[in-house]
């Protein structure tokens, strides 16, 4: 029996504590706190785990420097001591990087005021990464070749941190944390009615895969589903303080455009923030920030144009980016929160990503709005405190609910990759360590994977060329990582379906060996239904 199908099970057999709506990252990490604090938890999500906006994103974890405009100087101190806790609790996945900022002839501002802008954000940060520098024309230059420095007038060097993997994998690990702590969750679950009687949540939800019903019952339900949070509270009769507007951001995927590892940032033509982020071997460009009526978005062609023009204005470049050199898409909707009552004056440009957690007391009722990445350590606290003040006690209140394993388990990791020379094996493709990758990815559970290619020399092999993932890794996921559909391991679990060309990753015979290990006798249908839903580019 799969996890999935042994969880689906469950949902109807059982009685929660707290139910939550939708596997994003506020969805996740609530799931991680409660459930490590002794509630039983389930979870479920209309698709897959962080399919939408925490597949999206542009893997930072940042103080968000672009409200010290603004003047919000309490929000971006509490993002920047929220990403230094996250740098702290996962200090391989959450790291370091420089970004190096150039300003244009005419810009709005001085170079001197955006310097002096970085040293408030890196007081603000308590000082808690590098310190920054301006930089006249010639040092920008030095420092990266790539930037076209022809209008040019200077820069600044600061620091902030970004996820050395992929935003998907990074709140997959919390549910997979959940669920290690008796999380009942599952994907491609919809919630279709939800009923307060009496004391509980009476919730009617579709399998999406088998096109059945399920009752599932919970003391608390919480709405963690993003863009999506107003139309569901609608059905349910929930009245809120806040709503949603939203913001479209799309980033482009191209082979790597320089060597160096640092974050350029730019000010696109319309103003706004524009980044060349590495990607390993690739470079992620964008993004876009377009208001959007809705939460269904797609990239549009001018979209494409927009970031590929930009690209080409502020760059030197061999050749000029054009839209075959585009490998992958990604677009999602920024959630912004906004009070009922500001809904006439609201600047949704100037908007920040700042939740809010709206309670309905008499019906234990909870709605997240907003949120970022950088934030998701505080919304987990917050829903902890939040359930336990509706009449929930926590039984293990005060249990660390987040963090890598303790030092003691990566030691022994380390010693056993040491013994088995893992660095060394053929399958170490990049420049990264393949002990820190597994380790980053997976934490105790590559322990695993190490008695795995013990056992198995073949787990050890590649099985996509240049993807960068063992074969072992993919048997892993198919038992721990409730793999339901391909582009669930190929975009989400992986970044696979980022990096490899399309093309090439459907001609590569390794695929269907990996649709064998994931879905058994199901990989023809499970190749062909991924396929078929390709979208033409």
Not at 320 to 335: D, K
Not at 373 to 397: F, K, M
């Amino acid at each position: 029996m799969s996890l999935r199908t042994h969880n689906l099970a469950r949902l109807e057999q059982e009685t929660f504590d707290v139910l939550i709506l939708g596997g994003g990252i506020n969805g996740a990490v609530s799931a991680a706190a409660l459930s490590a604090r002794g509630l039983r938890v389930a979870l479920i999500d209309r698709s897959d785990f962080a399919a939408e906006t925490s597949s999206n994103s542009s893997n930072l974890a940042w103080g968000g420097i672009k409200y010290l405009e603004s003047g919000e100087l309490l929000l971006v101190e509490r993002l920047c001591q929220s990403r230094n806790r996250l740098k702290r609790a996962y200090p391989s996945t959450v790291q370091e990087i420089r970004f190096l900022a150039t300003l244009q002839k005419g810009f709005r501002k001085p170079a001197w005021m955006l310097y002096a802008g970085t040293l408030l954000y890196w007081a603000l940060g308590r000082f808690h990464t590098r310190a920054p520098r301006l930089l006249s024309r010639r040092q920008l230059r030095q420092r990266e070749a790539v930037i076209d420095d022809t209008r040019a007038v200077g820069g600044v060097e600061y620091s902030d941190c970004y996820l050395q993997d992929n935003d998907a994998r990074f709140t997959f690990n919390f549910i997979r944390a959940a669920m290690d702590h008796d999380c009942v969750a599952a994907t491609y679950v919809e919630a279709q009615r939800c009923d307060w009687i009496e004391d509980h949540w009476a919730v009617e939800a579709q399998d999406r895969e088998a096109d059945a019903r399920l009752q599932i019952r919970a003391r608390v339900l919480i709405n963690a589903c993003g863009p999506w949070v107003d139309s569901l509270n609608r059905t349910a009769g929930i009245d809120t303080r806040h709503h949603h507007l939203f913001s479209k951001g799309v980033h482009l995927i191209v082979d790597r455009i320089t060597d160096g590892n640092r974050i350029l940032t730019f000010f696109a033509s319309d103003g706004r923030l524009f980044f060349v982020i590495p990607m390993g071997t690739k470079t992620c460009i964008g993004t876009t920030d377009t208001q959007v009526d809705h939460p269904h978005a797609r990239v549009e062609d001018t979209d494409r144009q927009f970031i590929l023009d930009n690209a080409n204005d502020l760059l030197q470049l061999e050749k000029p980016l054009t839209t075959a050199a585009i490998i992958a898409e990604r677009c999602g909707v920024r959630p912004l929160a906004v009070a009922n009552d500001d809904q006439q004056r609201a600047d949704w440009v100037r908007l920040s990503r700042k939740h809010e957690i709206d309670i309905d007391i008499s019906r234990r009722h909870l709605s997240i709005y907003g949120g970022k990445l950088t934030d998701c350590l505080n919304v987990g606290d917050e829903i902890c405190r939040a359930v336990s003040d509706l009449g929930i006690p926590l039984p293990h209140a005060s249990r660390r609910w987040y963090g890598e394993p303790h030092i003691s388990v990566y030691r022994e990791y380390l010693h056993q990759a040491s013994l088995m020379q893992l660095d060394g094996m053929t399958a170490a493709s990049s420049s990264e360590k393949l002990s820190s990758r597994l380790w980053r990815r997976y934490g105790a559970n590559a322990l695993e994977l190490l008695d795995g290619i013990r056992s198995n020399p073949d787990w050890g092999e590649l099985l996509i060329e240049n993807a960068e993932y063992l074969r072992g890794e993919i048997e892993l996921a198919a038992r721990r990582e409730m793999i339901t559909r391909l582009d669930d391991f190929l975009r989400r679990r992986s970044k696979i379906a980022q990096v490899v060309p399309r093309d090439e990753l459907l001609r590569s015979p390794g695929l269907y060996k990996a649709c064998v290990i994931l879905f058994g006798d199901q990989a023809e249908q499970k190749l062909k239904a991924y396929v078929d839903a390709m979208e033409p580019r």
